[in-house]
Every structure is written in C-alpha cells, then in structure tokens.
C-alpha cells in the first residue's frame, strides 16, 4: 500500500470512456494486489444515488442552475466525508468518476454560473480538498453525445438530462475541461479519448500508475 492516499479523478464529456477506464484501472492494479477505491459523482454514497436520481433524469425536475450547482456541491458534500476523505486516511487510493472540475465546467462554463462562487462553496463545503491528478478524457461533442445517448437508450436509463443540451452548452463544457487541464500543470493530464478503447484505457493506467509512483 502506498504510503499516503491518493485521490485520482477522471473528468470529461458525455461519452468520453470515463466509467470504462475506471474498471480498467481497478483491474490493472487489482493484479497487483491493490483494492482500489472507485466512486463517483454524483451517486457516491446513498444519499448521493438519491440526488443522482433527482439531478440527471431527463423526464423530471427543471432545476435552475443556482439549484443544481447547490445539489452536486450537496452530493460532494456527503461523498468526500462519508468515503474519499476515510479511504485517504487510509492510504488508500480513491479514483471517482467526476469531481468539483465538473461542475466548473457544467454548472460555471456550461450554465453560467460564477467560478468564484463554485470555489467558494467548495472552500467551504469541502475543506478544498483537491485531487493529486485529474485525468481529462478529451472528446469531440458529437462523438461522446453519439456513444452517450447510445448507451443510455440501450440500458433503457434515464440519465439523459445533459445529453438533451444544445451542442454549444457541451463545447463550453470541453474547453473548460481543457482550460483547467492546462492550469492545473503537473496535477493535470489530457487524453484524446476519440481513439480506440484499448488505446485510451492503456493511456489512463499509465498517466495514474505515473502519479502515484
């Protein structure tokens, strides 16, 4: 086991590969014998599985944007106290499926909302705790809407909430995640996630097993 925690999260568009790189990660250091902690937002912990519900169902619930941003910083919230901060002090390592660069990108760059307001309540409502690396699988947003809407009318879930936004919401979305990417310097790494499963999952393993040494 390492000798502190690591917290790793994955970001990016609709049908950017997140959720499958995740599992190919666990796999790759299960052979290893290293148990990771994989999670996600929202929908982390139970209470969070009840805000996912009530925030990505495409047939109900028009939240205003101040409303949503106050939901995922709420699902944030109980995720980080109920399961990422114990599995650090643990010495574990946590990867999580979105984290608070999402909502600057959905809420801030996607909706409109202030930057500085995301921070704020991150600040506060999570003791701005950061991630060691965040991995941003790049995808045009014609492609991931393509594979998303796909997945999700073959799984027969409704999920599809942002899926249903105009493309010009989603190109927000990506430059923010590029944009973020490029500040955040070495704790942060872009891979094109156009390229074949196999190629982007083999990227990830490599950009995580780099930085957790």
Do not use: C
Not at 93 to 112: C, E, H, K, N, P
Not at 195 to 203: F, I, L, M, P
Request: aromatic fraction near 4%; charge should be negative; charged fraction near 25%.
């Amino acid at each position: 086991m390492p000798m502190r925690g690591r917290f790793i999260v994955l970001e990016g568009g609709e049908g950017a590969g997140k959720s499958g790189a995740i599992a190919a990660l666990r796999a790759d250091f299960a052979r290893d014998g290293l148990d990771l902690v994989t999670t996600r937002e929202p929908g982390g912990t139970p209470e969070g599985a009840a805000l996912r519900r009530l925030l990505l169902a495409e047939t109900t619930h028009d939240w205003t944007s101040t409303a949503e941003l106050l939901l995922m910083t709420a699902d944030r919230a109980q995720h980080v106290e109920r399961v990422i901060r114990p599995a650090l002090t643990a010495g574990r390592i946590v990867v999580s499926d979105r984290y608070v660069s999402s909502t600057l990108a959905y809420q801030g760059a996607g909706r409109g909302l202030d930057a500085d307001l995301i921070l704020d309540l991150h600040s506060r409502a999570i003791r701005d705790l950061w991630p060691d690396l965040t991995v941003v699988l790049d995808v045009p947003p014609e492609i991931g809407l393509a594979r998303s809407q796909a997945r999700l009318g073959n799984a027969g879930i409704d999920e599809g909430r942002f899926e249903g936004l105009d493309l010009d919401f989603h190109r927000r979305v990506r430059q923010s995640f590029l944009d973020q990417a490029a500040a955040a310097g070495r704790h942060g790494v872009v891979i094109d996630a156009s390229r074949d499963k196999a190629t982007v999952e083999a990227a990830v393993i490599a950009a995580v097993r780099a930085a957790v040494g």
